[in-house]
């Protein structure tokens, strides 16, 4: 969560955002709320899952998003050891999140992910005299 916050606040933080920036502010807003529906429902199942091997895929797929939150806080730190550790960390990343997909399709095959609409089908929806209203708590910021 704290990823996609950091990232949404970047996208806004000139006085006057263009579109674009907007746009892409909106798709990571949105993938965000995704992803927590996706972890609400991947919670379900793996408190619902039974035998030994979903168990421990379950524990691992837990682990591994533990392990994934403290990796992302440590990319984003102001003061990096170095740009080599940097670069570890980011291929440490990219083979947790690889790991934990994997787990991930195995514990919830019967769910779909689909991808957030973006803000111009949002905009293309809307009746010349409609407006749509989204909150999204950034950090400590609305």
Known sequence: ATLYADLTLALLDEPAPTEQA??????VIERARARVLLERLLSAVEAH????QEMAAAERS???RQQLTWL???LLSDNPDSRG??????ETIRQHEATLAQIERRLAA???EVEP???SALQAALEPCEQALIYYKAGDEW
Do not use: I, K, M, T
């Open 49 to 52: 899952a039974a035998g030994r």
């Open 85 to 90: 550790a940097g670069q570890r960390l980011s």
């Open 117 to 119: 609409e973006p803000l």
């Open 62 to 64: 837990a682990a591994l």
């Open 22 to 27: 907007l746009a892409d502010a909106f798709a």
């Open 110 to 112: 019967e769910l779909v």
């Open 72 to 74: 992302y806080n440590q």
